[in-house]
Nanobody, 119 residues
Framework: QVQLQESGPGLVKPSQTLSLTCTVSGTISGVATAAWYRQSPGKERQLVAL???????DYKDFAKGRFIVSRDNSKNQLFLQMNDLRPEDTAVYYC?????????????WGQGTHVTVSS
């Protein structure tokens, strides 16, 4: 069984920085790409950024230049540093790991963490 633990909710003011952490654990025999998604009220869940096993990162346009995604493979941890936050970044943020259990690959999702950007 796979467990994902995301860091707690955050309330910040516009232009401030907030970092999220997601740790995956359990009966995992391998990990691959990890990603952050977000979902704002009334909107569909959208990709924010992803990072491959080798550390190659990719970002959606709204995250480019402001957000930094990274991972620590030795600890199975995924990070998202969000700089210059804006009110429109307010959302529930989810991590997603591609994991192997036994010989099967699947996606595992975190429980979501609330990020609120407000003055």
């Amino acid at each position: 069984q796979v467990q994902l633990q995301e860091s707690g909710p955050g309330l910040v003011k516009p232009s401030q920085t907030l970092s999220l952490t997601c740790t995956v654990s359990g009966t995992i025999s391998g990990v691959a790409t990890a990603a952050w998604y977000r979902q704002s009220p009334g909107k569909e869940r959208q990709l924010v950024a992803l990072v491959t096993n080798s550390g190659t990162a990719d970002y959606k346009d709204f995250a480019k230049g402001r957000f930094i995604v990274s991972r620590d493979n030795s600890k199975n941890q995924l990070f998202l540093q969000m700089n210059d936050l804006r009110p429109e970044d307010t959302a529930v943020y989810y991590c997603r790991w591609t994991v192997m259990e036994g010989t099967e690959w699947s996606h595992a999702w975190g429980q979501g963490t609330h990020v609120t950007v407000s003055s």
